[in-house]
């Protein structure tokens, strides 16, 4: 343990010490408080800065009231043309407490009959207990026929062997053109009506692969990382829907999503999700183990489709900070979020 905290702290000196030697090898009219070649450099980095913060928020102001409503209206107008023939509520779940699993579970089988269409719900797990907390959900819920379960064990090696199980799981069912997969954490509690909300986008842009959802928090942590999440989640709902005026969201959040089933049934993109990889300069060829909401959706625009995002469709996810120290949690959080999205950079601009 205190190797470790040696090691961090090494780390963050010579970091520091890399940016201290930057910042003195500048010349001094750049470093001089109140000085022209000082105020251009501060001005310029914060006008780039808050630049791109205004154009999301007016663009997402613009789809939110005006674009988004147009849509939705459309959508409704569709009535039951707009059914998918079959939906697949898939979720995967491994090691997660007792009482956020039953939450999740009953939240996805009450969807599942309250959605009114013939619906799966795929449950990927690793641990015999939480198959039998499945199946007495289940059995005190009693859903209608139509309603199906199909339970797939997995061993405990990552999400992402999960999600390719439960990929392959609903390909044997060889889905149509019209289904939907929706793909649910296991710390993730659907609100009411979140399938009606979403599944219709599909029929309405025949283009859209993929589209995702709003999020609400339920942080088990101090009441200063509960503020800093909801921050967080309202700046994503701005940029969410900034991007969704152009159908170019830039990640299928992994908490849930929707998906076309005859996209997720495609060989390609379940090895994307499973296998994707990066090759690094020094380190060689290694395997993700996190953000695979940010290989699918790297699958999704490489295979040619649109994504989007459905505002007023919601759901809640229950969040278990990493540290009970605010600035280490966030700092940890901060470094996983932006680092799944720093390794993607490179090859989704080269997508053009």
């Known amino acids: 343990m205190t190797d470790n905290v040696f090691s961090r702290t090494g780390g963050w000196l010579l970091y520091v010490a890399i940016l201290g030697a930057l910042a003195v090898s500048l010349p001094r009219e750049f470093i001089v408080p109140g000085g022209a070649h000082f105020i251009l450099l501060i001005g310029g980095i914060g006008l780039w800065r808050y630049s791109v913060g205004i154009i999301h928020f007016v663009r ?143 029929r309405l842009m025949p283009n859209v692969g993929a589209l995702t959802t709003n999020e609400f928090c339920e942080v088990h942590g101090s009441y200063l990382m509960s503020e800093w999440h909801k921050l967080r989640f309202a700046q994503r709902h701005i940029n969410m829907c900034s991007m969704g005026l152009a159908r170019r969201v830039l990640t299928l959040t992994g908490r849930m999503s929707v998906f076309r089933a005859s996209v997720i049934t495609r060989p390609e993109f379940i090895g994307d999700v499973e296998y994707d990889s990066l090759k690094h300069w020094r380190l060689g060829q290694f395997r993700f183990l996190t953000g695979d909401d940010k290989s699918s959706w790297f699958s999704m625009m490489r295979l040619g489709y649109d994504t989007f995002y459905v505002p007023d469709a919601s759901i809640h996810t229950v969040e278990h900070p990493p540290d009970p120290s605010f600035i280490r949690s966030a700092r940890q959080l901060m470094f996983r979020w932006y680092g799944n999205s720093l390794r993607q950079n490179t090859r989704a601009t080269k997508l053009g």
């Open 60 to 202: 997402g102001m613009y789809f939110l009231h005006v674009a988004y409503p147009r849509l939705r209206a459309k959508a409704r107008s569709l009535g039951d043309e707009a059914a998918p023939s079959h939906v697949y509520l898939m979720v995967t779940s491994f090691r997660i407490d007792a009482e956020t699993t039953a939450k999740v579970y009953a939240s996805i089988i009450r969807e599942a009959v309250e959605c009114g269409w013939p619906t799966t719900v795929v449950a990927s797990i690793v641990e015999l207990s939480d198959e039998m907390l499945m199946r007495a959900i289940w059995r005190r819920l009693d859903p209608p026929e139509r309603v199906q379960l199909r339970l797939v064990r997995i061993p405990g090696t990552g999400k992402r062997d999960g999600l390719a199980y439960g990929f392959r799981a609903i390909s044997r069912d060889v889905p149509d053109d019209d289904a939907v997969v929706a793909v649910v954490d296991g710390d993730t509690v659907l609100n009411p009506g979140v399938v009606r909300g979403t599944a219709p986008y599909f």
